[in-house]
């Protein structure tokens, strides 16, 4: 069959979830034996999220092949339990870069370089790039941001174009919020109405709409919707809230979208989607017995999806275990040693957040001391990982100015510095310890045993390093350096045995968890917080 190309766009407000509806969608598709992928195109003119701070647009994702790309990458992941690439997420700066380095080459023959047909003509090419492969039948593009946002613009204009020259092989899903007005105690259609209206008024009509609706919308309603949207009443389709994100993609299954989908694009709509390990996943998160408390210790921790990846992999390992995951958001700069014992008693296990630069870091230390010497188990991510060997140095190796040369270039103790290839890069974009590298485990270890091998694959986004220069030290201390690249010997995983489980790592693990196959050191982590709160009764 020939690749079939599905757009999400959005309208009435942003944050609707059509990351959310894409994911379900496409777990939908590849439960009935499909071949599909997601795309997200976003409309601002950074060439990736990767020099955008969490305040600005929540978690930065990173994917196998080293792209720092948009959260919903994440979301992507989880659901399909496929990896997504630098294809896979384009931006308006990546496009207009690309057009210009091709203008500066000359590539246009002198000719006036303009949106249409340039800069169409280079976001159809994208959008076609993961079709062109022939490893798909479907592709789900998802198009950043609001209907009628002037960044969007030339998205939709391209879109338009590929729906005319595509006719039979694509078609446009239209997310949109029917709000309900309190006072009147009535579902209200018309932001619908405008929506669409705005989305007609640039030359594209929805096939199907999705409305995102906190409560039921009559049949009566869906059919007024249908009239007025030009969309068949069978295409009208409602997304109540739910309470788990992974119970969409069954709210989405009872609503008909995969078969509007199949219909619409002329593919077959027999038979049923194998939803089997979803299902079971869902049963489990629906019969938890237990709770477990865990505390993420950071700076951002007033950000909703400033963590979203860590969220996630908490919640699944926890689901495995049967049980109920109480995370506990800890601002790393509100911790002091006179507070820590008050703000971390009662938790089963703490998280020591990734980040970047000064400001929270000593909170992160006077976390890692009292978990340390109170046997609490703890898990370091990356910069977490690097406060763990930074205060391992100072209140056991009597390295009372140890430090990241990142927080002190000038410090004596420089267990932490900046990787040797790092040193002459002025550019921040991109410019990091990207993607997916070797590690090789330390037999016995703590984390070979989570992952009962002893070569892994993990991705990475850092430019600062454990310095082996003081290897031996740590080693000797019990500080265990229990994971290396096997090219470079860059400490990879460190921890220290005589704890009940006390493990950091360099790499990010929280990217590669799904639902279908939770990572195994966050499932390592749970049990370690479960066994933890039992021993504590």
Not at 360 to 365: A, R, T
Request: net charge negative; glycine share 8%.
């Amino acid at each position: 069959m020939n690749t079939k190309y599905i757009f999400v766009t959005g309208g009435v407000v942003s944050s609707l979830g059509k990351g959310i509806i894409s994911s379900s969608l496409a777990r939908l598709l590849l439960s009935r034996g499909y071949r599909v992928t997601i795309q997200k195109f976003d409309p601002y003119i950074n060439i990736d999220p990767g020099t955008l701070n969490p305040y600005e647009h929540g978690e930065c994702y990173v994917t196998v092949d080293g792209q720092e790309t948009d959260l919903d990458l994440g979301h992507y992941e989880r659901f399909t339990n496929i990896h997504t690439t630098r294809a896979n997420n384009i931006t308006t700066g990546r496009i207009y870069q690309n057009v210009i380095d091709k203008e500066r080459r000359g590539d246009y023959l002198g000719k006036t370089v303009q949106i249409i047909p340039h800069i169409t003509d280079e976001i159809k090419r994208n959008v076609k790039l993961l079709g062109n492969t022939g490893k798909f039948d479907f592709v789900i593009t998802e198009i950043g941001g609001t209907v009628g946002d002037i960044e969007s613009l030339p998205f939709l204009e391209a879109v338009r174009q590929l729906r005319w020259e595509m006719p039979h092989d694509s078609l446009c899903i239209h997310l949109t919020y029917v709000p309900f007005i309190n006072a009147a105690k009535e579902l209200k259609t018309k932001p619908t109405q405008h929506s669409v209206k705005n989305l007609q008024e640039v030359g594209i009509q929805p096939d199907i709409l999705v409305l995102r609706t906190e409560h039921d919308i009559p049949a009566g309603m869906r059919r007024k919707v249908a009239q007025f949207c030009n969309v068949s009443p069978d295409a009208v389709i409602q997304s109540l809230d739910a309470s788990s994100i992974y119970e969409v993609p069954l709210n989405m299954l009872k609503e008909g979208l995969d078969i509007a989908v199949l219909r619409k694009t002329g593919c077959p709509t027999d038979g049923e989607p194998d939803l089997t390990q979803w299902n079971n996943f869902l049963s489990k998160l629906h019969n938890c017995s237990k709770t477990v408390k865990i505390g993420l210790v950071g700076k951002y921790v007033e950000l909703q999806d400033a963590y979203k990846s860590i969220d996630e992999a908490l919640f699944q390992s926890a689901v495995y275990h049967d049980a109920k995951l109480d995370l506990k958001y800890i601002s790393s700069e509100k911790l002091r040693d006179d507070n820590v014992k008050e703000m971390l008693s009662g938790l089963d296990g703490v998280i020591v957040a990734p980040g970047f630069g000064q400001r929270g870091i000593e909170g992160k230390f006077v976390a890692l001391k009292w978990c340390r010497e109170n046997d609490v188990p703890t898990f370091g991510i990356c910069l977490g990982m690097q406060c763990m060997v930074i205060e391992f140095a100072r209140n056991v190796l009597g390295m009372t100015d140890a430090n990241s040369t990142e927080m002190d270039p000038k410090t004596p103790y420089n267990v932490i510095d900046l990787m040797e290839e790092q040193k002459s890069i002025s550019n921040l974009g991109g410019t990091m310890r990207l993607g997916a590298y070797a590690c090789r485990l330390a037999g016995g270890s703590t984390v070979a045993k989570a992952y009962g091998k002893d070569m892994v694959e993990e991705r990475h986004r850092h430019r600062f390093e454990f310095n082996n220069e003081f290897r031996y030290q740590f080693e000797k201390s019990g500080m265990s350096c229990v994971g290396e690249n096997p090219e470079t010997h860059l400490v990879e995983v460190v921890e220290v045995p005589s704890r009940k489980w006390y493990v950091g790592t360099q790499y990010h693990p929280e990217y590669s968890s799904t639902v279908l196959n939770p990572h195994p050191l966050f499932m390592s982590f749970i049990e370690a917080a479960l066994k933890y709160k039992m021993s504590e009764k």
